[in-house]
């Protein structure tokens, strides 16, 4: 009983610091006139490439004389967030007008660190009271220049803050760089450098509870709302064609199957039988490899899960703009907490399909899509370290999440696996397996694995590539998502779409006299992952200015395990639907 206590405080605890709200200092966000308002300073980067981060003081700024750094949840530092002091004070409504922070000497390797950071479009971001605050370093003067050689860098040194108030609280803030006050980098020598800034307050009528709604508008501007609009309608007219045109197709071919099959009885019991009834001895033959296979469906359905939970979560509005690192946070904790999903599915499945060793099955379950993370984190992880980048988590994180794992993610994967062991529920077959498998007929190349692999991956990935620019913009750029609930619509039809095409070429591939359709329904499910992966091609190439190996590495090594974890998660669903569908057909016919 002491273990099971045990374990409840754990999961307690963790639901408890999954979701905490992101607040500055001053927890109630209220403040009387000259109060110190928390404001911090986040990091800076190339503004194309969104991995590629680095601490605020990494660069030669004024810094204050006691940098303190924030506390931060396990979400935000995985994020790659690292808040510090910031050298400016914004005190509540106290206006400030070219207030000197401090004067700086800056060195030639000072000089020559600030005009690579402004040619490669630096910006930074703050925060004040948890509102961000964003702009860039410095310009680029090329007007008149072809030559290169000839460009004028030059950095901001003087920075204006706007800021709204309502009462006691701070509602917005905006901050523009003043044009002429440039500080000229373009040659290697010694410069002293000023830093200034100003704040002027303005009231507004704005209510506290919706200052956040100016970040979440962006996304809902009229033409955005076009462009998802109709990614929607092509969506549903694509499942409402495919499924008018199976529908109609497997109806009319299964119903004709279903009385030839019946005439067939009648008039001649020694007739040869043809087409999908002919396996029937074949077709509920277990697959190879079943071990693999039972652990590709637990892990494909504990993904199905996490993503469930986490489109709840995004509806109910836990996923707000600048909520620093919530989305990272209710990844792990869920990825955690739903491990006992794969391991009672693969265990049940793996015992049914008369497998004996469910130990290796369960370290094969907890190992097939944490292995591959794992690997890629190791490899992107060293990379952030050598750029000394914040993507780079610091060895205390590391321990948290390994911890996590070991004391949630392993017991819970072990007692779902107990669970499905003990389940001892069989599978349920239609009709019996014979002893020795027909031999398959030679079939055409386009019935092979890999073009129907192609086909059952095109119609989904062409119901969701419209809504995906926008994911990956916002992912992998700096544009603002909040349209969750289209979002939420697609994924909706991208399943469906996957179940039929999957069940369709199914009935097609047994049709054909090919009884081994497990791994085939598994792998055309989830060939939509491959579709996705090559979009990242085209969007990195095409559609983005990212550069640099560190970014490169990020984007493609990330999304890798992301279009890995799309390929169980369909592969499951598409195996689910054709199981369906095999026994339903089997069900309805009498076979010897």
């Not at 000839?150 to 108030?165: P, Q, S």
């Not at 509806?315 to 990825?335: C, D, E, S």
């Not at 499945?349 to 984190?377: A, D, H, K």
């Amino acid at each position: 009983m002491a273990i099971g206590g045990e374990w409840h405080v754990v999961v307690l605890l963790l639901l408890c610091t999954a979701f905490p709200p992101v607040r500055s200092d001053a927890s109630d966000h209220k403040f009387k006139v000259g109060d110190p308002v928390p404001l911090y300073a986040n990091k800076v980067g190339p503004f194309h490439n969104p991995s590629e981060t680095y601490r605020y003081f990494d660069l030669p700024f004024c810094s204050p004389g006691n940098v303190k750094d924030k506390s931060e949840a396990l979400g935000e530092v995985l994020n790659g967030d690292r808040l510090v002091s910031a050298p400016y004070k914004l005190d509540f409504l106290a206006d400030k007008e070219s207030e000197v922070i401090c004067k700086k000497h800056l060195t030639k390797e000072e000089v020559a660190v600030f005009r690579s950071a402004v040619a490669k479009d630096y910006y930074f971001q703050m925060y004040y009271d948890d509102l961000p605050i964003w702009g860039f370093l410095g310009k680029v003067d090329k007007e008149g220049k072809a030559d290169p050689s000839e460009y004028k860098y030059h950095l901001f040194k003087h920075l204006h803050f706007e800021i709204f108030y309502n009462k006691d609280r701070v509602i917005e803030i905006n901050a523009r760089t003043d044009p002429n006050a440039l500080v000229d980098l373009t040659d290697d020598k010694e410069v002293d450098v000023e830093f200034v800034f100003s704040a002027k307050w303005k009231e507004t009528n704005i209510e506290f509870d919706k200052r956040m709604e100016k970040y979440s508008h962006s996304s809902s501007l009229p033409r955005h709302l076009e462009i998802h609009w109709f990614s929607i309608i092509n969506s549903c007219v694509t499942v409402l064609l495919l499924t008018g045109f199976l529908a109609t197709i497997l109806m009319r071919v299964l119903k004709n199957d279903f009385v030839k099959y019946a005439h067939d009885e009648e008039a001649a019991d020694d007739q040869e039988e043809t087409g999908w009834k002919y396996i029937h001895g074949d077709v509920f033959r277990f697959p190879k490899y079943k071990s693999l296979f039972a652990a590709a469906l637990g892990s494909g359905t504990q993904l199905f899960t996490l993503t469930t939970f986490i489109f709840l979560l995004a509806l109910v509005g836990v996923f707000y703009p600048y909520n620093r690192g919530a989305l990272f946070t209710a990844l792990v904790v869920i990825y955690a907490l739903t491990s006992g999903i794969a391991g009672y599915t693969a265990s049940s499945f793996y015992c049914q399909l008369e497998g004996t060793n469910w130990v290796r099955n369960l370290l094969l379950s907890g190992g097939l899509f944490c292995g591959p993370l794992f690997l890629t984190f190791c490899f992107l992880n060293t990379v952030a370290i050598a750029y000394h980048a914040t993507a780079a988590l610091p060895f205390g994180t590391i321990v948290v999440i390994f911890l996590i794992w070991a004391l949630v993610t392993s017991p819970l994967l072990v007692l779902g696996g107990i669970a499905g062991k003990n389940s001892k529920a069989e599978f349920q077959a239609p009709v019996r397996t014979t002893k020795y498998p027909r031999e398959i007929p030679p079939l055409p190349w386009y019935r092979s694995t890999v073009p129907q692999m192609a086909m059952a991956g095109f119609l989904p990935f062409s119901a969701i590539y419209i809504e995906l620019y926008y994911i990956f913009a916002s992912v992998w750029g700096h544009r603002i998502y909040t349209i969750y609930s289209i979002l939420f619509i697609v994924f909706i039809i991208l399943l469906i779409v996957t179940a039929f095409i999957t069940v369709a070429l199914t009935y097609f591939q047994l049709a054909a006299e090919d009884h081994e359709w497990w791994w085939r329904s598994f792998l055309c499910g989830g060939s939509t992952g491959l579709f996705i992966y090559s979009y990242c091609l085209y969007y990195y190439y095409a559609r983005s200015d990212m550069s640099g190996f560190m970014q490169t590495s990020f984007f493609f090594g990330y999304m890798a395990c992301v279009c890995y974890a799309f390929f169980l998660m369909l592969g499951a669903v598409g195996f689910r639907a054709a199981l369906f569908f095999v026994r339903h057909i089997y069900r309805s016919i009498k076979c010897e």
